[in-house]
């Protein structure tokens, strides 16, 4: 079973993690399997380096995300793990060295149960707990890479699912501001990921288990513009831009739906 997908930005490669414990990365115009690289349990998501393009990363079941160079696949060249945290990693999600808080780049990991920062330096990676309360679903970073979508879980304190755009702070100490917190539903039972979308404007989008709909929201001001059916189970949000149209798309068990925007 693949459990995440991710384009590269700038080689026809598609990478995909499994619970097979594989990374595989695919050449899209031969259809041919370039890389194949083994992690040490069942994998549950991955990214791309922003600022190397031989990088990959991958956040496996066992709670560690593993860095890979595709120059050595033989194996990982780091582990980046938090002792005595083991909850799966449900999101890794890399940031570029655009970002003022993360000069020389790195990786956000989003556990189960916890938010991590992996921030790059000239030697070992140097670990940021990010004080957001889960439990977590899905984590989406925005393309300036100072700001981030992250989804939890109803909570004791909290019985409905949430939604949170935060931004990256540095004083002393690394850490987050919340823009916009937006109320999702009364349920959250699946693993269903959410998106930052990119149209006229800025949006964010989620599914909202009770209601069966993707809700979305303008970034900018917290209002909801909208929102589309989803009678079965949403997976995963995406967006996709052509020539003539930007289209939301959304994945179940069994259909990918494609919904164009009009008039945004």
Known sequence: MIRDIKFHDTKPWLMTCSIDKDVKVLDINTNQTNFTLKGCSPLWSCCWDIN???ILYAGQQQGSVLKF???RPTEPVQELFIPGDYSPVVSVQAIGSSC??????GVISCKLTSLWG?????QEPRKHFLPVEGPFVSLTVHRNHNHLFLSSRPNARYPYARHFLFELTREDQVGCNIVHTFRGGNTQRMLSRTCLLSNQKDYAAAYIEDQRIVSIWNI???NCVGSVPAQETVLDINSVKTSQSDYLLTLTESKLRAFK???W
């Open 52 to 54: 190397n393009e031989h």
């Open 69 to 71: 160079d595709i120059r």
């Open 100 to 105: 003022s808080v993360f000069p020389l780049g």
């Open 118 to 122: 992996f921030e790059n330096t000239t």
């Open 220 to 222: 900018n001001n917290s």
């Open 261 to 263: 925007f009009t008039n």
